[in-house]
Nanobody
Framework: VQLQASGGGLVQAGGSLRLSCAAF????????MGWFRQAPGKEREFVAH????????NYAASVKGRFTISRDNGRVAVILQMNSLKPEDTGVYYC?????????????????????WGQGTQVTVSS
């Protein structure tokens, strides 16, 4: 499986950015896609997940109401629209493909639920 992410960059606080990620290869048995992020000196943390079967979404509390994850035109791909960005949103954002956990519970926020990771894209929010 290959995950190709695009988007990211530098934006001022309060601005918006859009991240896209598409999966290629053996994706038939996937349950959804999502994003994690890692700020300098911090642990990698869950951001959002989109579930294929019912379109349900999960978000970290820190981004709920500001970020929206959606599926891209029925493909094995997602878009993360990030609005009202804050300096604490700065970090490397990693796209993930979920082939492990088919449910909607807390396991979606665990790194152990994902075997396939993208290369990461930098998001920097200046104050």
């Amino acid at each position: 499986v290959q995950l190709q992410a695009s988007g990211g960059g530098l934006v001022q606080a309060g601005g918006s950015l859009r991240l896209s990620c598409a999966a290629f290869g053996r994706t038939r048995n996937s349950y959804g896609m999502g994003w994690f992020r890692q700020a300098p000196g911090k642990e990698r943390e869950f951001v959002a997940h989109y579930r294929w079967t019912d379109g349900s979404t999960n978000y970290a509390a820190s981004v709920k109401g500001r970020f929206t994850i959606s599926r891209d035109n029925g493909r094995v791909a997602v878009i993360l629209q990030m609005n009202s960005l804050k300096p604490e949103d700065t970090g490397v954002y990693y796209c993930v493909l979920n082939t492990v956990y088919r449910g909607t519970g807390d396991a979606l926020a665990s790194r152990e639920s994902y075997n396939d990771w993208g290369q990461g894209t930098q998001v920097t929010v200046s104050s």
